[in-house]
C-alpha cells in the first residue's frame, strides 16, 4: 500500500487498521476518500512511531511494558476467537442445555401500579396506605400524590418482569396477592413505593430454535470457561511470595 522511509504498510496492516476503525472490511462500494483518509492517518503513525524509535521511546521501561500488555491483548483476543471458532456443539449438547436452563417452572411477570414518594416522604407513604384501608381509589392517589413519571397514568406500569425493577421492588410485588398492595411503603433508591398488583402471569418458556443462537454463545461460554482452567491447572506458576503478601495486606486494609 506504501512505504514509509522503506518500512512497508502492507495491505493486511491496512485491512485490520481499516476494520478497527470502521469495523468493515475494505472493499466494495467505500469511497476512495476514506480510503485515502485512512492511509494518511496510517502513515502519519508510521512517520511518528519510527521517530519514536529513534529517540529511543520504544526503550523506556513504562512503554515497552504497555507494548507488551497490548501483545498479550492482541494474543488473548486472539486464542478466545479461534476456541470459539472450534466450539461447535452438536443439536444433543444444545438441547441438554435447553433441558437444564429451562427445566424449572415458567417465571411470572406483573402487572402493577404504583405511587412514587421522595425520600424524605415516609409517613406520607403511610398515610396514604391508611387512604387505601378505608377504599380509597388507587389510580387517583397515584395521580395526584406520585412523583414518578407514570403519576399521568395513575401510577400504571403496565407488565415487567422480575428482573426490570430494582430488587426490593420486585420482591415487595412478589408478596402480594392479586388486587393487593402493600401494607408499608417499599424503599428503593427512587424513594418510597406504595404498590398494587393487579395481576400476575406466567412467562412461557421459549421454543428451542428462538433461543439457539443464545445457547450456542452459552455453551461456548462455558467451554471456554472449562479450557482456560485446564490451562492454568497445566501452566507452570510461581508467585513472588513478597508481592503476594503485599497484595493480601493491602486487601485486609480494604476490608
Known amino acids: 500500500m506504501a512505504w514509509v522511509n522503506g518500512e512497508p504498510i502492507t495491505r493486511t496492516i491496512f485491512s485490520q487498521y481499516f476494520f478497527d476503525r470502521t469495523k468493515r472490511l475494505p472493499g466494495g462500494d467505500i469511497p476512495a476518500k476514506q480510503y485515502s483518509q485512512l492511509l494518511g492517518q496510517?502513515?502519519?503513525?508510521?512517520?511518528?512511531?519510527?521517530?519514536?524509535?529513534?529517540?529511543?521511546?520504544?526503550?523506556?521501561?513504562?512503554?515497552?511494558?504497555?507494548?507488551?500488555l497490548l501483545r498479550w491483548e492482541v494474543l488473548t483476543q486472539a486464542a478466545i476467537q479461534d476456541?470459539?471458532?472450534?466450539?461447535n456443539p452438536s443439536d444433543e449438547e444444545l438441547k441438554a442445555l435447553y433441558a437444564k436452563k429451562y427445566s424449572g417452572?415458567?417465571?411470572?411477570?406483573?402487572k402493577a401500579r404504583h405511587i412514587l414518594l421522595k425520600a424524605e416522604d415516609e409517613e406520607q407513604a403511610k398515610h396514604l396506605i391508611q387512604e387505601l384501608?378505608?377504599?380509597?381509589d388507587f389510580a387517583?392517589?397515584?395521580?395526584?400524590?406520585?412523583t414518578g413519571p407514570t403519576a399521568s397514568a395513575g401510577g400504571d406500569l403496565g407488565w415487567f418482569?422480575?428482573?426490570?425493577?430494582v430488587k426490593p421492588f420486585t420482591e415487595a410485588v412478589q408478596t402480594l396477592e392479586k388486587g393487593g398492595y402493600s401494607k408499608a411503603p417499599v424503599k428503593t433508591q427512587f424513594g418510597w413505593h406504595v404498590?398494587?398488583?393487579?395481576?400476575?402471569r406466567e412467562i412461557p418458556h421459549p421454543d428451542f430454535e428462538a433461543v439457539r443462537k443464545e445457547l450456542v454463545v452459552s455453551y461456548q461460554q462455558q467451554a471456554l470457561k472449562a479450557y482456560l482452567k485446564g490451562l492454568t491447572e497445566k501452566a507452570d506458576i510461581?508467585?513472588?511470595?513478597?508481592?503476594?503478601?503485599?497484595?493480601?495486606?493491602?486487601e485486609s486494609k480494604v476490608e
Open 42 to 68: 496510517l502513515v502519519n503513525s508510521l512517520i511518528l512511531s519510527q521517530e519514536a524509535a529513534k529517540n529511543g521511546l520504544d526503550q523506556k521501561p513504562s512503554v515497552t511494558a504497555k507494548l507488551e
Open 83 to 87: 476456541y470459539v471458532r472450534k466450539t
Open 195 to 200: 404498590i398494587l398488583l393487579e395481576e400476575s
Open 238 to 250: 510461581k508467585m513472588n511470595p513478597k508481592f503476594v503478601k503485599k497484595a493480601e495486606s493491602k
Open 161 to 165: 418482569g422480575p428482573d426490570s425493577m
Open 133 to 136: 384501608d378505608q377504599g380509597a
Open 140 to 146: 387517583e392517589l397515584a395521580k395526584k400524590n406520585s
Open 105 to 110: 417452572p415458567p417465571a411470572l411477570e406483573y
